[in-house]
Structures are given as structure tokens and as C-alpha cells.
């Protein structure tokens, strides 16, 4: 967690006045621990909310201005809180904005503008969330000291809504929901469908999550997330002839997939939608691994998780691929696969204690020879959700 004392002075230095009037929240980041390329097909997804993420301290102003500035990156810009526009030399302030937009639009009359300064512990483009984090964060803090009534659920929908509609991110509900949602040792069994959710205890005993940075770039991310969005729309039209009443391929089963996948003709779609189903059926028998404390279990399906979405769905790359190679030859792990939307990013681990070390350095070594790039890994426990801290 961030140093609360050194933040406030760094405040303090940027907008000047006392420390007694300044609130602080945080947010965390999340990682998905099984269910991935589900969220937009109406599926099941379990993600957990990290310890580390992003601290905003935030006071009122006496004016109506909104001052956005940030420990990560030296850029300082105020604005009026009435004339609020997506602006691309904003970077990263489009995502408050974008909050303080949608608040507006659901009517609510801010009493004042507000002086913000965010300290983002979530290394960017690692598929960890920080613009969901810095969403969740901005809207639960201008809600409470607006005095206005608290309600995660729509948190969650209003900073999606910001991220698809005010920055053009087309974004599932899966990260502002577990950001937004989260519980201390527990992940979140999310139907994506309905938002219908379930927190489900997670102990791992002496087993810790750990997430490896591949430090590759995403770039082929948005072009590759489009085209197997349509795929899977695709799969969904051609099994309509078998099943008319679906619109997403969440609302099928394994068993009616097998019983009806002659109709998807192209073969590519076909992987595509096997993929989707499968992995659906694989969040489920997770969570029973769990409930029956079968942590090998649960590390299987995490194994058979990274594979499907390696030879069906084709998400990963060499990058993601060659850590996770790297992972399963490390004595002491239970699991490990890419997490996120791939080509780059993360990947998840199930490690024992006593191999965490080992862990970091075989894997490290045996990445930086197969690619040449860095890695860089954090332990991980499971945190809570958004909340306030001072």
C-alpha cells in the first residue's frame, strides 16, 4: 500500500492548504484467474482483486475547477467541472473525465470542483487494469463527498460505461466489477450476462498467486479482439439454427455445443466457439476444485485454460507462451497461464512459498533467453475491493 504521509505532501506541493481537509480511497487492480475471452460472450469469469493499485487523495475546491495530477507522470492540467470533452492530448485524465462526464449525464450537479492526485501502483499495458482502477477509485470518491448513496454495482456499470462510450474503449464489465466488487481473500464468480455474482473463498494454504510481466507490448491486442468478437458472433448465428432463442454463446452448454457444431462451418469460428464453451465449463469446475480444497485441481484447469486459448482461440504469442512453458517446469507450481486479453501482458501462477524464488529466477532466465525481453513479477495476495482509507 502507498505511504499515505509522503502523498499528502507531494498534495500539498501540488495544490497547496492543509492536509486535514484531504480524503483518501484507493482501488485496486485484478487479475482473472480463470475464464478468459468469456466476458463479452456472457459467461462466467473469476477475477480477484490485488493488494496493490491506484490511491487517489482528492479535496474540494472553492471554485468549480477540476485539477488532475498524478505521482507516475509529471503532467498537470486543470478544467472546468461544467465543460467537461474527451481531449486526446489528455492521455490518462481522459479516464476521471470520462467519470465526471457520466456522473453529470445521470444528473448529478457536482457542489464544488475538486483538486485530484492519483498514484498509480499498476505497471501500464500489463493487463492488470489501472484504467478500471483509476475509473472505479475517481467515481467512489466524487460519489461519497458528494454525499450521494453508494452502490458498487452501478460503480462498476458507470465506469464501463465512461471507458466504452466517453474514451472508445470496447471493454467488458469483467475489470471495473471485480475493482469495484472485490473481498479480501475471495474472488468473484461474475456471469457477465446478468451480473449475477458469487465471492468464493480463496485460500490458497502456502500457495501464492504470482504474476509474471512478459513486458511485451500489446499491440496486436484491439485488431485480434475485434475480429474474434465477430467470430463468436458468428458461431452464434449458425448455432441458431439448433438453438434460435441464443444471442451469446454463454447461454449454450457444452454438451449442446457437441451436439450442434456441425453447423458452424468455417473451422476457425468453430475453434473460436469451443474455446468460449469450454473455458465456461472450466470457471465452473474450478470453483468445485476450490469448494473441495483441490488446489492441484484448480491448477489443471488454469494449465488447460492457457492451452485452449494457445490452440483455439490464438491469443497468446510467443511471449506469453514461453513464460508459461517456463512456469510449469518450476518444482513447487500447481498452474500457470496468460491472463488478460493477450499477445503480451501477464500471466498467472499457483507457486509454493518455498519456490517463489526459485520461480523468479528460472523463469526469468529461461523467458530473457526464449525473447530476450525482462520479466518482472509480483506475489500477490488477494485484496478488497474500492474503499475508503482516510
Known sequence: MANIDALTQQFIQQYGGEAGDIAVFHAPGRVNLIGEHTDYNGGYVFPAALTFGTTLLIRKRTDRNLGLATTNFPTF???????????????????PKGIVYELQQTGVKFSSGYDLLFHGEIPNGAGLSSSASIEVVTAYALQTLEG???DK????????KSENEFNGVN???????AVANGKKDHAILLMCDTLEYDLIP????????????TNKRRGLVDSAYNERRAQCEQAVVDLQAAFPEITLLGQINLEQLNSAKHLIKDETVRMRAQHVVEEIDRVLQSIQALKAND???????????????RDLYEV???????????ARQVN??????????????????LVHEDSIDAFQEEVGRKYNEATGLQADFYVCTIGNGVERLV
Open 77 to 95: 492540467k486543470s478544467f472546468s467541472i461544467d465543460s467537461i470533452v474527451y481531449d486526446d492530448a489528455d492521455d490518462w485524465m481522459n479516464y
Open 332 to 349: 513447487g507450481v500447481l498452474g500457470s497461464r496468460m491472463t488478460g486479453a493477450g499477445f503480451g501482458g501477464c500471466t498467472v501462477s
Open 316 to 326: 497468446t504469442g510467443d511471449e506469453l507462451d514461453a513464460m508459461v512453458a517456463a
Open 148 to 150: 450521494l448513496a453508494i
Open 202 to 213: 480463496f485460500d490458497s494454504g502456502k500457495y501464492k498467486l504470482v504474476i509474471g510481466n
Open 153 to 160: 454495482v452501478k460503480i462498476a456499470l458507470l465506469s464501463q
Open 171 to 177: 471493454s467488458g464489465i469483467m475489470d471495473q466489477f
Open 295 to 309: 488446489l492441484a485441481g484448480f491448477g489443471q484447469l488454469m494449465n488447460q485454460s492457457h492451452d485452449s486459448l
